[in-house]
Every structure is written in structure tokens, then in C-alpha cells.
């Protein structure tokens, strides 16, 4: 049972595909930090004292509206998380919980959004929000979201309180509690491991989408920072400086999100597969 | 009078928590979601006249869009791209998903959460990131990937992939590959690890080597996942748009060689330099769209659903 | 069928010991039980016999080969599972054959192989079903079907009758005593039961944190445990243990105030352990003093739960319906030729 030739190889494939995953991303960084000059001379060479410049970040920062679109991003995000959760986990109580005539057949509806694209009602979708006046409001962007994540929320959210001991919500009962209280205060605490993991897993595709943002907000500086980051790019597209500053300014932040938070979000992408 | 279900909650304060919990979930799908959806397809079936209002149409846009040289040259060159581009994905994302994981999922393994982690990466950059970092690696003016590619001796390969014609809808391909990578192989790394130890041991037991474990133990009880993984990869290439816009703007050129039904679409819609926007058409492709999913879940659900019965534990 | 033999075996992981100088025969169709508590290091062993784990230290022999570098199936061994670990994806009759196929045995032997193991086990109807369509019992004979046709020189079972129901268990229990007599099998069991241990064993091990506390005959463990420790795991009821001084000369014992005649050599210490089991003792004029708290009735048999001065648990076992409530006050006397004494070790001091 030893066998370290094998080992050799086991983690040669492993170690060339990571080097492979993370060049693109290192490559960018690092020549984001030096001199026009040095992107094109030298590379694969990491910013030293000598080739060291930040004229990319100071037009990133400087010139455009980039530092007011992550705010934007920050926003749509948070919401959309925020009302997902707390509209999802709220229908997935009563779908669980309560016997009602329609039960299974609502619980099917729903279950229809996951594996739909709902994008392809774009078309209504600019249609209804241009009617309600909402083009290019974050509202409209979050709205779309929510709707976009709530079916995979339910479900899984639908999972997790199962799991929760019938026990406790009929000593809430007995207690006096409405129905109201046990879900706010019983059920809701319990729930914020599958929460956290719900909240990680939307909180990416959010972040990163390019169609909504597109359709829904392309100006008056309601842009996303992946759509602000689009145009700027498009903007700036010979000066290598600030495209590469813009791209590691658009890189870090999720990485470091990813980084933080691997481990919920691993989790989650695999109990919404599990359907 | 008490609801069948709780006792001494009458029947009024009962149906009023329910649509408390659910109304807000309801509605905002039902509005966002699935009106949409449904009123897209009612769109395909109408046709908008220069004067905005609508006639109805039947199934003659999508006569037109099949058939009519106009629209339906586009669309089947753009259905047909999907299809490389699916194919593509299936003999390169996936085999590679399966390789990792089975990888990562061996008994003995150090370093294993830094590789899972650093691989999954990618999947969490933007495609506008991506997109350009990839045009800025592959760019003939950097010459990256030409030096790295010396490196190897393989030099002579290098071209400029991106434009050319014959070559952009690969490479951009691949560079979904390279991005999406991670989601296969963390869905076929769990459920290899959902198969109990035991069971390994008892062939390694009977005599079984590590390869011929993995062959003919594990991969026969994972086929559910790679059948989910293949249904998903179909949907998720079938509806791409965001890495080939980010790339190649909503031409997809050059030449419209990597142009999808994704691109064809928001062209269509929104008009171009080349033409007006066309809300009918539009929609019309949205609801083909719609229906060659459908047509893929449906496959995967009956396929897979029959077979499912035979390897559960 | 062959004899296992495991010398100074030694296991660690970084720091800790999980097998300390295990040293052990299996004779040569015999029957032996690994027993202990969780953790203490049985089925740790079993699994290196197997070879599915490695060991820092030691040989195993099989058949008087040594085999501590083999890899299990070039062992010539076959186990049966906790969980049985039959594979899902096929049927009984592929399940017992698909080791053998990649031993590229041939066809006509693996029929007959098969069919054999079928017969004794009687899984003759369920050679064509898939084990989720199995019970519990069922999917064990499987299990042990899947073992019988590699024909190999040592059996190891690693808790097999744990994942059963009670009635289920002793049915199971009788079927594998039997078929060690039909086979004639080098069997190596591990259980956490002592039940199972005693009745299924031609010798019990008992371990503990990784040692070997005692290997001996079933009657010899209950009679004369070498320590407190297999004193205390032997036998349900386990033995009452009581501190006690003992007399210099070896000849009397002090135990909660009251003398009792021994018959050992003269002592260097005086503070021992003193045992008895409840079976061994009975109420009468004069002994221990306690007083009762508690009958168990089970019917002809039962058991009197009585506390000492110092406030310590004694076990008494009556016969009958004997009159005594709660808060009588008795003596309790141990049965002369077993009493156990252990020194400050915890170790046995023998006459």
C-alpha cells in the first residue's frame, strides 16, 4: 500500500490544473502593479521596486464612477440576499410545516424556477419594468434577483427545517406562542447555518451577473461594478495600464469574499444540487 | 372551529399566517419570473406593427425564423454553435470535472482543501474579468501565450485565435471550460464521497487496485451525478451569452463564427448598427430557446429517472 | 485453513499509540474473539491482519508466511464488514463472484464456488435480487457468502451482528457458530458484546487502550481475570469491587469492616481491590454489612441493588422471592474459593 510513484502523479495533475486555474488571475494582479513598459518587456516578472507603478489604479480611482459602482454591486447584492432569505425562508416554513390543499402542487411551481432559466423572459421582464418606471434603479435589479433565487432558496431552506425537531415548535405551541412568534423566534435562529450557506451561494452569481445589469440599469450610474467594469473596459481598451488595474480592482474583492467563505459555499453549491 | 391542523386556531387565523409566509415569495416569482416567461412565448406568437400595436400571428414567426434565409440563416448557425459549444464543454469540462475529483477524493491526500479551493477559483471571477484577461493573455501585441507556448515547443501552434474565424468559438469555448471547471468536479467530488469507505475496502479486499475500484465501483454509483451534471452543462450552454458578449460584443464575430442563440437574441431585441430592434422576433427566439431546454430536461428526466431506480443504496 | 500469528504488532498515528506490543496466536481453525471497548483498538487490529491499514511495527504471519508487506488480497484472506458493504449496483450472485473474477479464476469455478456458498447459506432464491431488496439478515448472509467463496485461509469479522435487531442477533450468532464447524474456519471476530464474545469464542482477547489485557479460554476469563479490568467487563452483572486491606500474612482480608478468611502467600502491601460476583454471593448471619435499596425482579433469578457503610454498590443475585424491602439491613457473604483479590495494580494476586 505505498506507492510513492503513484503519489507523484496524483498530485503532478492536481498541481498543473491549479497552476493552470490561477495564472490568468496571478498574471493580471501582478502586472497590474508596474510600468506600461515592463507588461510588455518582462511579463512574467512580479513587480519589483524597479518596474513598480500604480498609474493603472490612480485612472481607475481618478477618472470614472468605479468606486460609486461597488457601491451599487454592495447594494443589489445585500438586498437581494436580505429579502431572499427572509421571503424564502418564509414560504419554505408554510410549504413544510402546514397541510393545505395546495400544498404540493405550490411547492411544485416553484421548483420549476430552479431549473428554468428565467432570463428568457428578459423581453417581459424590460417590458414590466420600463411600465413601472423602474429602468435603471437598483430596486428593479433586485427584484429580478430575488425572483431569480428564491425557488433554489425555498428548496433548500425547505431541507434544513425539515430537519428541525418537530419538539420544538409544539413546546413553542403549548407555550402560547402565534404561529408568527415560532417562526421569527424559534425557527428563524435556527436556520442561520442554512442561511449563511444560502446567502454565500447567491451572493456570486449576484455579484458577477452581466445580463441583468445590462437590460435593466445600463446608465445613469446605477451600473454594477461588472457592468462598470464592462464599459470601462471597453473605454480604455488600449491603455493596458487601467484595464489591468480595473480588472484586479473587479478580481480582489470576490476573491477574498471566496476565500473567506469557501467552505459555506461548497456546502451550498452541493446540497442545491442534491435535488 | 379548529383547522384540521391546529387545534384551537380558527379557520380565518389560519389561512391568514399562511398567506402572510407565502405571498411574498409567491408574488415576486409569479411577477418576475414566471409572467415573464409566459408572456414571452404569448409574445412569439404576435407580431408588432410599426404603429406599436400588436397582431396575432399563429406560428408564422417561427415559420420565419426556421425558414426564411433572413433570420434562419443566423439562427441555425447560432443553434449550431450552441451545439459545439455543448460538445465541447461534454468531452473537455466534464471528463477533466471527473478526473479532479477523482483526484481529490482519494483516501490519502495532502494539500487536498488547497486544491479543491484554488480550482473552484475561476468559477468565482466575472466573465467580464475573465473574458478580458483571457483577450489579454491570448492577444498577439502581449504575446503571452506565444512565449509560453515557445516555451513547450509547441510556438508554431500560436495564432490569433481569438479572430480568426475558424478558431474564436473554440477558444472561447475552452476559456468557458476553463472557468466552469470547478462546478463539475465539486459535484461528482460529493457524491464520491457520499460512497461508504466499507465498500472500497471490501474490494480492495477482493483484489481490486485502485484504478479498477474506481472504474467499477465508484464510477456505476455516481452516474446519477454525472447524468445532473450533463443536464445542467446542456441548460447552462444553451442559455450562455455573458462570456461570448464580454469577448466579442454582441456581433460574436468575427463573422458571426461565435455567434449563440444567447447573442442572437439580445441582438435581435435591442438592434445593432445593423438592424432595429424586434420585440416579436426576439421573443420568438427566446421561446425556441425555451423549448430546446425543455426538450433536454425532458430527455435528462426521463433517461436518468429510470436508471435512478438502480443504484441507490 | 491456517494459523495467524502476530508478533510484537505496533501501530501509531504521529503521537499516539494505537496498538501497543500486541503479540498473539490464532490457532489453526480456531475460533477468536477480539473484544473491548470502543476505542480500544479491535477492530484497529483486525484491519491490520487485513491489511487495510498500516503498521509502524511487527509481522503478521499467515499460514506461516509472512504477509506484513502484502496487500490484502494477496493475503488469502476474506472479511466480513459492519455494514456488510455489499455493492448496490449488483445482484447477490455478482456480489459473491466479483472478486473472483479479477482473480481471474475461471468461469466453471465461480459458478461452482457460488453455488456452493449459496447452498450452505441457503441464498438460493436470492442469488438474482440487489441488496436494497435484501433485509438486514439477509444482506449478512451475503456478506458471509461473498467471504466463504474466496476460500480463505483466516475469516476476519469486524462486528458483524451489530447493525441487528436483538432476535435477529441470536439466530445470526448460532448460524456463524455453526458454520465454523462446518468449515472448519480460522476465525478472527471483533465485538464490543461480551455476550457474543463468551458464547462464540474458542478464545476471547479482551483489549484495552490498545493492549492486550487477557487471552484465554471463555471460562478462564470469567474465573480468573487476570485484572481489574477484565473483571469488570466479563460477566453481566459485572463483579462488585470493594477496596479492602489485606492481612500481612496473606491469610485474611479487611472489607468494609468485616473479616474474611483467605488462603494467599504473605503480602507486601496492604491496600487491595476486592471482588466478587454478584452470582457468587448470597445473603446469610454475618458478612459485609449493607443494606438494601433496590430489587430487580426477573423472574426465577433477580438482583438485589444494596449500598455498604461507605455508601458503595453491592450486587447481590437472589433466587426467588426472597422478603426483603427497601432499607433491610443484611450481611452479604462471598462465596469462598471466588473471591478475586488485585493489588494496587489493578493486577491479580493468586494463591
Redesign the interface.
Known amino acids: ?2 506507492r510513492p510513484a503513484s503519489a507523484f502523479i496524483v498530485h503532478g495533475i492536481l498541481g498543473l490544473y491549479t497552476l493552470l486555474a490561477l495564472f490568468p488571475i496571478i498574471l493580471v494582479i501582478m502586472n497590474s502593479f508596474k510600468a506600461k513598459r515592463a507588461i510588455f518587456n518582462t511579463p512574467l516578472q512580479p513587480p519589483m521596486p524597479w518596474n513598480f507603478d500604480l498609474i493603472g489604479y490612480t485612472k481607475v480611482f481618478g477618472d470614472s464612477a468605479l468606486a460609486s459602482y461597488y457601491l451599487n454591486s454592495i447594494v443589489v447584492t445585500v438586498g437581494t440576499i436580505f429579502f431572499t432569505l427572509l421571503f424564502g425562508a418564509m414560504a419554505a416554513w408554510a410549504l413544510t410545516e402546514y397541510k393545505f390543499r395546495w400544498n404540493t402542487a405550490l411547492g411544485i411551481f416553484l421548483a420549476i424556477g430552479i431549473m428554468v432559466p428565467i432570463r428568457l423572459g428578459s423581453v417581459s421582464i424590460i417590458q414590466m419594468v420600463a411600465d413601472l418606471n423602474l429602468i435603471n434603479t437598483l430596486t428593479a435589479l433586485v427584484l429580478v434577483y430575488v425572483a431569480q433565487n428564491l425557488p433554489l432558496a425555498v428548496f433548500i431552506l425547505s431541507e434544513f427545517i425539515q430537519q428541525i425537531p418537530k419538539d420544538l415548535r409544539e413546546a413553542g405551541r403549548c407555550d402560547g406562542l402565534s404561529e408568527y412568534n415560532i417562526f421569527f423566534f424559534i425557527i428563524l435562529p435556527l436556520l442561520r447555518p442554512a442561511m449563511a450557506t444560502v446567502a454565500v451561494f447567491t451572493m456570486i452569481p449576484v455579484w458577477n451577473d452581466l445580463w441583468f445589469p445590462l437590460l435593466l440599469a445600463p446608465t445613469g450610474g446605477k451600473q454594477t461594478i461588472t457592468l462598470g467594469v464592462q464599459q470601462f473596459l471597453g473605454q480604455y481598451i488600449t491603455d493596458w495600464n487601467a484595464v489591468l488595474a480595473a480588472l484586479s480592482t473587479a478580481i480582489v474583492p470576490v476573491l477574498i469574499l471566496y476565500v473567506i467563505f469557501s467552505r459555506q459555499l461548497i456546502r451550498g453549491l452541493t446540497s442545491g444540487a442534491v435535488k | 372551529m379548529s383547522t384540521p391542523h391546529l387545534v384551537g386556531v380558527s379557520r380565518g387565523a389560519y389561512m391568514r399566517s399562511l398567506v402572510f409566509f407565502l405571498a411574498p415569495a409567491v408574488l415576486i416569482y409569479s411577477a418576475f419570473s414566471i409572467y415573464p416567461l409566459l408572456n414571452t412565448i404569448l409574445n412569439s406568437f404576435y407580431d408588432k406593427q410599426d404603429n406599436g400595436t400588436f397582431i396575432y400571428n399563429g406560428i408564422a414567426n417561427f415559420t420565419t425564423l426556421l425558414t426564411d434565409p433572413t433570420w434562419s440563416a443566423p439562427f441555425w448557425n447560432a443553434f449550431w454553435n450552441n451545439c459545439k459549444f455543448f460538445f465541447i464543454h461534454m468531452l473537455v469540462q466534464n471528463p477533466i470535472g471527473l478526473l479532479l475529483a477523482a483526484l481529490l477524493s482519494l483516501p490519502v491526500l495532502r494539500f487536498r482543501s488547497a486544491y479543491r479551493t484554488l480550482i473552484f477559483m475561476p468559477t468565482m471571477l466575472s466573465v467580464v474579468v475573465i473574458g478580458f484577461s483571457w483577450q489579454l493573455i491570448l492577444s498577439p501585441l502581449w504575446g503571452i501565450a506565444k512565449m509560453l507556448l515557445q516555451g513547450v515547443g509547441l510556438g508554431f501552434l500560436f495564432g490569433p485565435w481569438l479572430g480568426q474565424e475558424s478558431t474564436a468559438l473554440l477558444t472561447i469555448s475552452l476559456i468557458s471550460v476553463w472557468q466552469f471547471v470547478g462546478i463539475p468536479m465539486i459535484l461528482i467530488y460529493t457524491a464520491l464521497l457520499a460512497i ?1 469507505d ?2 472500497i ?8 487496485n485502485q484504478f ?1 475500484a474506481f472504474f ?2 465508484k464510477l ?2 455516481i452516474w446519477p451525478t454525472i447524468g445532473l451534471v450533463s443536464v445542467l452543462t446542456f441548460v447552462n450552454n444553451f442559455n450562455a451569452f455573458d462570456l461570448v458578449y464580454a469577448m466579442k460584443g454582441a456581433l460574436a464575430g468575427p463573422n458571426f463564427s461565435a455567434d449563440i442563440m444567447g447573442t442572437l437574441f439580445y441582438r435581435v431585441f435591442f438592434g445593432n448598427q445593423l438592424q432595429n430592434g424586434d420585440v416579436s422576433m426576439g421573443a420568438t427566439i427566446a421561446t425556441m430557446m425555451l423549448i430546446i431546454i425543455l426538450c433536454g430536461v425532458m430527455v435528462y428526466l426521463f433517461l436518468v429517472q429510470r436508471r435512478l431506480q ?4 | 485453513m491456517a494459523e495467524v500469528r502476530i508478533e510484537k504488532l505496533h501501530k501509531s498515528y504521529g503521537q499516539v499509540d494505537v496498538l501497543k506490543d500486541i503479540n498473539l496466536i490464532v490457532e489453526d481453525g480456531s475460533f477468536v474473539v477480539l473484544v473491548g471497548p470502543s476505542g480500544c483498538g479491535k477492530s484497529t487490529l483486525l484491519r491490520s491482519v ?3 491499514e ?1 503498521v509502524t511495527g511487527g509481522d503478521i504471519s499467515i499460514d506461516g508466511r509472512n504477509v506484513s508487506d502484502l ?3 494477496k493475503r488469502e ?3 466480513v ?3 456488510y ?5 449488483m445482484n447477490v450472485e455478482n456480489n459473491m463472484a ?2 473472483l473474477k ?2 481471474k479464476t475461471p468461469k466453471a469455478e465461480i459458478a461452482a464456488r457460488v453455488a456452493e456458498a449459496s447452498r450452505i447459506l441457503q441464498l438460493d432464491a436470492l442469488l438474482k435480487r ?1 441488496p ?1 431488496e435484501l433485509s438486514g439478515g439477509q444482506r449478512q448472509r451475503v456478506a458471509i457468502g ?1 467471504a466463504i467463496v ?1 476460500k480463505p485461509k483466516v475469516f476476519l469479522f469486524d462486528e458483524p451482528l451489530s447493525n441487528l435487531d436483538a432476535a435477529l442477533r441470536v439466530n445470526t450468532r448460532v448460524e456463524i457458530a455453526n458454520l465454523h464447524k462446518l468449515l472448519k474456519a480460522t476465525i478472527l471476530y471483533v465485538t464490543h458484546d461480551q455476550v457474543e464474545a463468551m458464547t462464540l469464542a474458542d478464545k476471547i482477547v479482551v483489549m484495552n487502550q490498545g493492549r492486550i489485557e487477557q487471552a484465554g479460554k471463555p471460562l478462564e476469563l470469567y474465573y480468573k481475570p487476570a485484572n481489574l479490568f477484565v473483571a469488570r467487563f466479563i460477566g453481566s452483572p459485572a463483579m462488585n469491587i470493594l477496596p479492602a486491606k489485606i492481612s500481612k500474612d496473606g491469610k485474611s482480608v479487611l472489607v468494609q469492616g468485616t473479616k474474611l478468611p483467605l488462603g494467599l502467600k504473605p503480602q507486601n502491601g496492604e491496600m487491595i481491590q476486592f471482588g466478587f460476583r454478584p452470582e457468587h454471593s448470597a445473603f446469610a448471619k454475618s458478612g459485609i454489612p449493607v443494606t438494601v435499596n433496590l430489587i430487580e425482579r426477573l423472574g426465577e433469578v433477580g438482583y438485589a441493588h444494596c449500598r455498604t457503610v461507605d455508601g458503595l454498590s453491592v450486587l447481590v443475585e437472589i433466587k426467588g422471592d426472597p422478603k426483603l424491602p427497601v432499607g433491610t439491613k443484611a450481611f452479604v457473604t462471598p462465596a469462598n474459593q471466588h473471591m478475586h483479590i488485585f493489588d494496587e495494580n489493578g493486577d491479580r494476586l493468586n494463591a
Open positions: 500500500m505505498r | 461508504p466499507e465498500l475496502d471490501a474490494a480492495t479486499v477482493d483484489g481490486l479498477q467499477y465501483v456505476p454509483l438502480r443504484y441507490s443504496f | 487485513a491489511g487495510l498500516p496487500a490484502p488480497a484472506i476474506a472479511m464488514f459492519q455494514s458493504a455489499l455493492y448496490p449496483h466479483f472478486g479479477f482473480a440487489r436494497k461473498r474466496r
